[in-house]
């Protein structure tokens, strides 16, 4: 197979800059030190073989596991063979905690119904519709950070949930939460906080009725966001019942069309309120974290800083049309490799229903199916350089020769992630808002390393110190741009 690098008009970015990553582990990890690895950091577990083999089994003391990484065996485990596959139950109780009859966690013909009804919603039109209130949302942060005081420092993982959390808002319902957002985003934080620590009770498969302590609390954030998520839906129904025409053309709109209410083929009222919760819990938290990471990586790149720089200052003009983003080639090639490098959702596992084999290993009902985006997306086989920051890999006729089951960020597949159009569209227009407006530079002293709680978030924040870009560093100089990014790449 063509690596995704070896395109022959293309130089190899032997200097190119490598962000903070784990070190392997020389060997796969024993039972006790795994699982005190697990939950301080996962990402620290993997072992170099991980990253040299198409398959390894083994590791995890629940039985038959493989961790697989191989393009053509994942092909079958979420495509040609998904029948065979479900998801397992550890990966539904971390990811999709208390969010039980949601498009994430559903499963068989209730997932089959959600799907269909829910596809249409985060097809690529619709989310062009959404443009406008994304880069709104982009706008408002923009204009948050020009108020502040010249080379204030911010953490930039706090102002992306926000941002993000801002566009959930727009999209979903579209006047207003009801309720302050700041109490959304703390709830929000807290709730992936808890849900993100895995227990030792999951990893060795003990039954859900013995308790978990961290449990208690999501128990009581998601009794808070159904109240809250109630109150939203009760007052959209009144405008719907007393005048549709005023109806915002939002996603709850759409969602409370979608209820079922003959009987047949649509949702149900939980099914509405649990998907609105996934929305904001999947749509959120993911996206943050990616466009946490790209300002991070751009700090650390003049490169790629004046690249993106002299797409926006051509591109981005006033008002925005809702196609933009297909404009921002640069911009997205920037968010694309951000989740190559750190992909937010970072294991993807099912269970075997019955007998399988995958590149001649033998699955056996039961099996444990491990496939970890971030590994796959460094793995030695599939890569050049693979650590390194490079978003030429998805540039032009470079890209093409990515393999689509070696680069997982949105899953694939049935089960693929319904908003990836979405959220590849929020990434790329708002961290061309901020390259627009702002450079950012990594506070001096400021280790960043990157930790996996149900997303891949940078530990401890992402203090950055941001400068205005004067007018005249956006006139397209590109001298003038080479110096700007020069004077704030912490290289
Ligand atoms: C950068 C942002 C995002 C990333 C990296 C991401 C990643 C993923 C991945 C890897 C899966 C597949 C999991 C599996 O197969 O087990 C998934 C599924 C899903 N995602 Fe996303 N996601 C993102 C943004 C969003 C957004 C914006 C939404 C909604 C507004 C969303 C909603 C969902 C839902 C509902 C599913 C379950 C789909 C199904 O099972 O049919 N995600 N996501």
């Known amino acids: 197979m063509l690596r995704a690098s070896e395109h022959s008009d293309r130089p190899t970015p032997g200097s190119a800059y490598c962000p903070p990553a784990p070190k392997p582990q020389a060997r796969p990890l024993k039972p006790l030190a795994l699982i005190r690895t697990l939950k301080r950091n996962p990402l620290e577990c993997w072992a170099v ?13 629940i039985g038959h596991v493989l961790l697989v990484h191989e393009p053509g065996a994942i092909r079958r485990v979420l495509l040609d063979n998904a029948a065979n596959y479900r998801k397992d139950r550890l990966q539904r109780r971390v990811l999709s905690a208390g969010l039980n009859d949601g498009l994430l966690s559903a499963e068989g013909e209730q997932w089959r119904v959600q799907r269909r009804v829910l596809a249409p919603m985060f097809a690529r039109r619709r989310v062009m519709d959404f443009a406008p209130a994304m880069t709104a949302a982009a706008e ?105 025409d005023r109806a915002p053309n939002d996603l709850l709109t759409h969602l409370l069309e979608a209820l079922d209410t003959s009987g047949g083929d649509g949702l149900t009222e939980a099914e509405v309120r649990s998907n609105i919760l996934t929305f904001i819990a999947a749509g959120h938290e993911t996206t943050a974290n990616t466009l946490s990471w790209a300002v991070f990586l751009l700090s650390q790149s003049r490169e790629w800083c004046e690249r993106v720089e002299t797409e926006v200052d051509r591109e981005l003009t006033e008002p925005a049309s809702a196609g933009i983003a297909d404009h921002l ?50 793995h030695r086989l599939l890569w050049d350089h693979p650590d390194a920051f490079d978003p030429g890999r998805f540039l032009g006729s470079v890209a093409s020769a990515v393999d689509r089951f070696a680069y997982l960020p949105f899953g694939a597949g049935p089960r693929k992630c319904i908003g990836s159009t979405f959220a590849l569209q929020e990434a790329t227009l708002v961290l061309a808002a901020i390259v627009k407006h702002f450079n950012l530079q990594l506070r001096p002293g400021h280790a960043v390393w990157p930790s996996l709680r149900v997303t891949l978030r940078p530990a401890s924040g992402l203090p950055m110190l941001i400068r205005k870009r004067s007018r005249h560093q956006r006139s397209s100089n590109p001298d003038q741009q080479e110096r700007a990014c020069r004077g704030l790449a912490n290289s």
Do not use: C
């Open 49 to 61: 073989a991980h990253f040299e083999q198409p398959i390894v089994s083994g590791g995890l003391p």
């Open 140 to 244: 408002t942060l923009i204009d948050r950070w020009s108020s502040l005081d010249e080379r204030a420092t911010i953490d930039v993982a706090a102002e992306m949930a926000r941002v993000t959390l801002d566009v959930v808002e727009r999209t979903i319902f579209s006047d207003g939460f009801g309720s302050d957002a700041e109490d959304i985003r703390m709830a929000m934080a807290t709730y992936f906080n808890t849900i993100g620590k895995i227990s030792p009770l999951d990893i060795l498969g003990v039954p859900d009725f013995v308790p978990r302590l961290g449990r208690l609390r999501v128990r009581s954030t998601l009794k808070f966001f159904e109240a809250e998520v109630d109150r939203v839906i009760a007052a959209r129904r009144r405008i719907l019942a007393e005048q549709p």
């Open 329 to 378: 080639v640069q911009t997205r090639a920037v968010i694309e490799e951000t989740i190559r490098l750190y992909p937010p959702i970072s294991a993807i596992s099912r269970v075997a229903l019955g007998d399988d084999a995958l590149n001649g290993e033998a699955v056996r009902p039961g099996s444990l199916i491990v496939i970890s985006p971030y590994v796959l997306h460094r």
